[in-house]
């Protein structure tokens, strides 16, 4: 889809069954994953930045019968130029944003980013992390990356490191039409995390 479109299509990460923690009598609830996302130049309105919908206008953001329209707020109707949207358009929200702001959200959040405009100076470039619980016992894909945890975080090489974002990049292949087959097996068998790593003396 080429540089400048960021993830245009309205979407979650994970649903709400995932997302959400409800513990205690009173079943209170707080974030189970929780999607950060750091701007590395100014996030703008002409060069692309985030938008979400916040829960008070998502009528499906805590829906957990796992119903089709949960997990497709927005389909595609014509690749690029035309989409059909399940929330209402009043509810939406800009998030522009100065270069190294944090700015996060629900894993269940809708949320997308707006192309780039040809009179914008640069794209906005940017950062994304999740961060789960402990107890999250959220489905990884195949291709995926197990969460990391602190521990193996605080004894990783740099090598490591910058195979991990290697491999991270493979997770958006779905909106860049790359086949499976086109990574080698290897970038995936040398990125794998022992479960338990010891700290050096």
Known sequence: RGFGSSF???HRDYSAAESLHHEGENEKESPAILTVWI???DATLDNGC???VPREFDTDFARTDNHHAHMNPATEVQRGLSSKIHFPLHGVRALPAPAGSLLAWSGNTIHWGSTCSRYANAPRKSIAL??????NNVNVGANETPPITIT???VMTPELRLALISRSLLVYNQWHALADDA???LIYETTVIPEKRQRPV
């Open 130 to 135: 999740t961060f789960l619980r402990s107890d």
């Open 39 to 41: 701007p590395l130049n």
């Open 8 to 10: 245009g299509l309205p």
């Open 183 to 185: 990574v080698p097996p």
């Open 50 to 52: 985030m938008y979400v």
């Open 152 to 154: 193996q975080a605080s």
